[in-house]
């Protein structure tokens, strides 16, 4: 048997306890609590984005409980479709509680973002490409959508909400 000094066997140790600790914590955050990195699901021609499922952004109802929202970013407003409520200039979309909403999002001309207030949603939103990322809204509440990327001098209006009722 190699012999390992006694300090260097405790530096081992040590390290190991670290790496395992960090391995679980890993694990854990997948397998456990369900933490889900939003990720780019396809890739469109931002200047064709009317021929695209985009072409309608807004909530539409999949099945019971389960909607899609789809998102389109601009300078300087998000574009939650035709029949979206406002308030003032702020478009509100309205789901009942409990309810399993998969958001689709994407950029008509430079990078926004989208962080979506007590929520784990912080994404990007790029022309060119679709982020999707899935929320479940449990609580009632009214969430702020906000830009979170500097995209000129309307950015700090790019506003909307979602009302979970
Ligand atoms: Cu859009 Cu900041």
């Known amino acids: 048997m190699i012999h390992i000094d006694r300090l260097e066997r405790y530096w081992l140790i040590a390290v190991g306890i670290v790496f395992g600790g960090f391995t679980a914590a890993l694990l854990a955050s997948v397998f456990v609590f369900g933490i889900r990195l939003p990720s780019p699901v396809g890739r469109i021609d931002p200047a064709k984005i009317d021929q695209t499922e985009f072409a309608t952004p807004g909530l539409t109802e999949e099945f019971d409980g389960n909607y899609t929202l789809r998102i389109v970013a601009k300078m300087w407003s998000y574009d939650l479709g035709k ?18 909403v998969t958001i689709k999002a994407t950029s008509k001309d430079i ?55």
């Open 83 to 100: 029949n979206v409520e406002k308030e003032g200039s702020i478009p509100v979309i309205t789901v009942p509680t409990g309810s399993k």
């Open 111 to 165: 990078t926004h973002g989208f962080y979506l207030e007590q929520h784990d949603v912080n994404v990007m939103m790029l022309p060119g490409q679709i982020s999707q990322v899935e929320v479940k809204f449990d609580r009632p509440g009214k969430y702020h959508i906000i830009c979170h990327e500097y995209c000129g001098p309307g950015h700090q209006g790019m506003i909307a909400a979602i009302l979970v009722q």
